[in-house]
């Protein structure tokens, strides 16, 4: 199987820049994207491809890919940044989607 | 504007069954894939299966394989996710999600349906 890590907590100041990484043997041939997920909400896409931001996302948020690691950088983090990312990635041909196991973001 | 509304909150015995529902708007409902996620109370995002609504092709992730029915109903726009026998460890929230396949992430998310299973 397919399996993605994650940190289980990175924490910054405002103002600061926040990475959050993501491992896996897959991701040189599979794309990653990151989700944002606040308490009580349902999660939101905010890098998709490895490092396209959808419409509506600050640009602040960014993504980059090397090797078997991705990455979500979030420059100049602000409070409301704070929340839980997932990184996710997927396979079509074999039909299989899996999830990291999520990144607490605690902005200081 | 692209909306998943999914059906509310449900508290259920063990043993009973369930089917809740997501109606997604603003697109062709056969046209994309749906996927379900299930989020155990203060824990990560797991995928559980997909469905494509046009002839209800659909997959499973092992882990829920034969555990749940993924179906969907062209006619009124819907897809269900059902239990025929719960069971205390299938208290989560549940999230239906629309899937770009070709590229392979879920780009608009339903609001979560929470179902609490105790006797």
């Known amino acids: 199987s397919f399996e993605l890590t994650q940190p289980p907590s990175v924490s910054v100041s405002p103002g600061q820049t926040a990475r959050i990484t993501c491992s896996g043997d897959e991701l040189p041939k599979q794309y990653a994207h990151w989700y944002q997920q606040k308490p009580g909400q349902a999660p939101v896409l905010v890098i998709f491809?490895?490092?396209e931001r959808p419409s509506g996302i600050p640009e602040r948020f960014s993504g980059s890919s090397s090797g078997t690691t991705v990455t979500l950088t979030i420059s100049g983090v602000q409070a409301e940044d704070e929340a839980d990312y997932y990184c996710?990635?997927?396979?079509?041909?074999?039909?299989?989607?899996?999830f990291g196991g999520g990144t607490k973001l605690t902005v200081l | 504007e692209v909306q998943l509304v999914q059906s509310g909150a449900e508290v259920k015995k063990p043993g009973e069954s369930l089917k809740i529902s997501c109606k997604p708007s603003g697109y062709r409902f056969t046209n994309y894939w749906i996927g379900w996620v299930r989020q155990m109370p203060g824990k990560g995002l797991e995928w559980m299966g997909i469905i494509y609504p046009d002839d209800s092709d659909t997959r499973y992730s092992s882990s829920f394989q034969g555990q749940v029915t993924i179906s969907a109903d062209r006619s009124i726009g819907t897809a269900y996710l059902q239990w025929n026998s719960l069971k205390a460890s299938d208290t989560a929230m549940y999230y239906c999600?629309?899937?770009?396949?070709?590229?392979?992430?879920?780009?608009?998310w339903g609001q979560g349906t929470l179902v609490t299973v105790s006797s």
């Open positions: 491809k490895d490092s």
């Open positions: 999600a629309r899937l770009s396949y070709a590229d392979s992430f879920f780009d608009y």
């Open positions: 996710q990635s997927g396979d079509t041909i074999r039909t299989y989607w899996v």
